[in-house]
Nanobody
Framework: VQLQASGGGLVQAGGSLRLSCAASGRTFSVNYMGWFRQALGKEREFVAGISRSGVSIYYAGSVKGRFTISRDNPKNTVYLQMNSLQPEDAAVYYC??????????????????WGQGTLVTVSS
């Protein structure tokens, strides 16, 4: 499975961005999809995750209420709508996926597939 993320860019604080991640290859095997981010000098951290059915959705506390994850299974695509962006949201955002069910706040080891990352910059 290959993941291709897009949609990053420069936005002013308070603004919005929508990230997309398209899966290709053995997409029929993909169950969990999600987003992680890594700010400069920091470790990669979980942002949001969604089950194959879309029923189970998880958010990091720092983004809950501002970010919304969704997926379009026929298009093999997961989205991250980011509203009210703040400078602390600036990071490289990585799309993530796994063939298995993943719940809660997964560790990096629980992610089987990674996208290449898309840069989000937030100006104050």
């Amino acid at each position: 499975v290959q993941l291709q993320a897009s949609g990053g860019g420069l936005v002013q604080a308070g603004g919005s961005l929508r990230l997309s991640c398209a899966a290709s290859g053995r997409t029929f095997s993909v169950n969990y999809m999600g987003w992680f981010r890594q700010a400069l000098g920091k470790e990669r951290e979980f942002v949001a995750g969604i089950s194959r059915s879309g029923v189970s959705i998880y958010y990091a506390g720092s983004v809950k209420g501002r970010f919304t994850i969704s997926r379009d299974n026929p298009k093999n695509t997961v989205y991250l709508q980011m509203n009210s962006l703040q400078p602390e949201d600036a990071a490289v955002y990585y799309c993530a996926a796994n063939d298995r069910v993943v719940a809660g706040t997964p560790s990096l080891a629980q992610i089987k597939y990674w996208g290449q990352g898309t840069l989000v910059t937030v100006s104050s």
